[in-house]
């Protein structure tokens, strides 16, 4: 079955760096999206961006999929501390109605003041 | 908050005990998901309900039971657990069980089978 498998499996950057992370998918797909986990609490939504779309930005978030490389990745600009956690890539079945999302194991970023 | 509540945050239990784990969402969703989430692996599906009707078993072992009484209430009931399911149990909602619809998480219980 498709998997979103993020890249870094973990990345600590400075205060103030831009970080990126990559998820990498195999079949085809109706949408991707992004969450968010802060440690031991639940996933947060972040963006949903669809097959149709190339980029898509919410707040300092910058998303972009390339379904050729069947690839997306996540951009937070001008990284905080509170930005530290795990941000995983869900992706969805292009077939069915069933709204099921397979998560990789995702990117834990650390982002140090 | 995320609209979506679960307890308990955090539950020890013995093999042989049986437990029940709650979730409520305020959302006026009409699909609710439980997921579970152990270190180093990827989110797990367990099930899925849709309008109070499961339509989703991921292979799940019976010693999970869910049961759904409503759209805005789930429960995860537990029995003759073992170790290796101790992990974080995520409860989840979404307008619909459609792909196109976000979907929004619980805080989560840290169970653990002693």
């Known amino acids: 079955s498709q998997q979103g498998e993020e890249d870094p499996q973990a990345l600590s950057i400075q205060e103030g760096e831009n970080a990126t992370m990559n998820c990498s998918y195999k079949t085809s797909i109706n949408n991707l999206q992004w969450y968010r986990q802060n440690s031991g609490r639940g996933l947060v939504h972040l963006i949903l961006i669809r097959s149709n779309e190339r980029e898509k930005h919410s707040g300092g978030l910058r998303v972009t999929l390339d379904t050729s490389k069947k690839s997306s990745s996540l951009l937070i600009t001008a990284s905080r501390a509170a930005d530290t956690a795990s941000y995983f890539c869900?992706?969805?079945?292009?077939?069915?109605?069933?709204?099921?999302?397979?998560f990789g194991k995702g990117t834990k970023l650390s982002v140090k003041p | 908050e995320t609209g979506v509540t679960q307890t308990p945050r955090h539950l020890v239990m013995g093999m042989t005990n049986k437990k029940s784990l709650k979730c409520e969402q305020h959302?006026?969703?009409?699909?609710m998901y439980w997921y579970k989430q152990s270190a180093k692996k990827p989110l797990e599906l367990m099930f899925v309900?849709?309008?109070?009707?499961?339509?989703e078993n991921n292979s799940v072992p019976s010693r999970f039971s869910p049961e759904c009484p409503n759209s805005s209430h789930l429960f995860l009931h537990l029995h003759t657990l073992q170790p290796e399911d101790s992990a974080l149990y995520l409860c989840?909602?979404?307008?619909?069980?459609?792909?196109?619809?976000?979907?929004?998480f619980g805080p989560g219980t840290r169970l653990t089978v002693t």
């Open positions: 959302l006026g969703h009409n699909a």
């Open positions: 989840a909602s979404s307008q619909q069980s459609d792909r196109n619809y976000e979907q929004y």
């Open positions: 869900a992706t969805a079945d292009y077939g069915g109605s069933q709204g099921n999302l397979i």
């Open positions: 309900y849709n309008f109070k009707e499961q339509t």
